[in-house]
């Protein structure tokens, strides 16, 4: 049996691998490393790395269900509103201006003294 602390580690490995691979706009690789780990040992982290690649490839669906999962618990508002702006950013890629404009308020809502993520969004930028 593999231990609680070597399942973290491996689960650390893969997120770090996939961080590399979605820094180098490689979303593809990062997803299929992210893949590798198994669902029950995925981390807040993982899913987040998960849904910021499917943003990025424009899938809103998956962008959405990992969000959902990546956030559970979080209480950190910058990263609740960050996610927002990707899933801003997923409807805006997509056509979705007004689905857009509602998770860019929301993203400025929560964090609107230096978030020029949701600012530029509303812009139109």
Do not use: F, I, P, T
């Given at each position: 049996a593999t231990s609680g602390y070597a399942k973290r580690k491996y689960r650390d490995i893969y997120n770090a691998h996939a961080l590399s691979l979605i820094m180098s706009k490689d979303y593809p690789a990062a997803l299929t490393a992210l893949s590798a780990i198994p669902e029950a040992e995925k981390s807040g982290a993982s899913f987040y790395l998960q849904a910021y690649a499917r943003a990025q490839l424009g899938d809103i669906s998956a962008v959405l269900r990992h969000f959902d999962q990546a956030l559970r618990g979080v209480d950190n508002i910058v990263v609740i509103a960050n996610s927002q702006c990707i899933i801003a950013d997923s409807y805006s890629r997509a056509g979705?201006?007004?689905?857009?404009?509602?998770?860019?308020?929301?993203?400025?809502?929560?964090?609107?003294?230096?978030?020029?993520?949701?600012?530029?969004?509303?812009?139109?930028?």
């Open positions: 979705d201006k007004v689905l857009a404009r509602h998770y860019y308020q929301a993203c400025n809502k929560l964090d609107n003294e230096s978030n020029y993520w949701a600012v530029n969004g509303l812009g139109g930028g």
